[in-house]
């Protein structure tokens, strides 16, 4: 029990024992006003305006900033006329900047440790090769997805059908996909070329347009567009894909990869690799 709270206890027995004892009421009425007076005095030794600067200043030595912004409220309370409170309140400002700055160093270092404990994690992507005609791999990789990433698409014969979509992505500046209408297996092919516009939204929500064309079998986007692609893909999180054919508008196209993540590593494998 602190000193405080036993002297106003031992001044409250007193005061019992008298008001016991049938003392005169001026008697009474004195000790009760000295009690008082004893109260105020033993709250101006511990919220003094000294002692809570001390506080202050002891805490932020410590790095205790929740300390130290309580004891500076009470000073600013009960002491208003004391200087130190518009130093204090400078003070406050840099202890928000101070537990701003550890904070991101935490984060950083729990982002840090998330992606070393993840290293070698390629999440929904892998690393393979073409083949040539005997079926043989070749030296030529490139980075897929595991499994069918699923879709749909829509042209003035069906509403919604379901589609299937392959990456295939030889480096950052080559990317491709083929999609396969009623998620058969045979890719959307092109006779001579066909453009189509491709919308593509990141993880933020920042949405991008750009342009793709049909040769073949699959649908390529040239090297700057391929670069936004992979750059898209490397932050990760959902990214969504919208697909209109330029010359039969009534054709579209629709897929979402729900997580990205990890491509980030498994074109770095993919690169060490090579």
Sequence with gaps: MSIRLKTVFHGLAILM??????????DYDKLIEENQQLTVQLEECENGAEKVIAKVEKAYSEKNYSLVKENIKILS???PESPKNKEFKL????????????????EAEEKERIRLANINNMGMWRTT???DDFGEPTKEGYITNKSTLKGTFSNTATQNSDL????LISNSTDISFKLFEYAGNNPVKAYSS?????LVQDKDGKRYKLTATNYSDRLSFNKTMSRTVHNILLKGGTVKFKIVEIDTPTTEYEFTIQKADYYDNTYRIFRERK
Aim: glycine share 2%; charged share 30%; aromatic share 10%.
């Design 129 to 131: 090769y073409y083949v």
């Design 164 to 167: 299937n979509i392959r990456f």
């Design 77 to 79: 309370e009960k002491h």
């Design 194 to 198: 066909d453009s189509y516009r491709v």
């Design 91 to 106: 003070l406050l400002s840099t202890i928000e900047k101070q537990e701003l700055a550890e904070q991101k160093k935490k």
């Design 17 to 26: 024992i008298i008001s016991s004892c049938g003392v005169p009421q001026t």
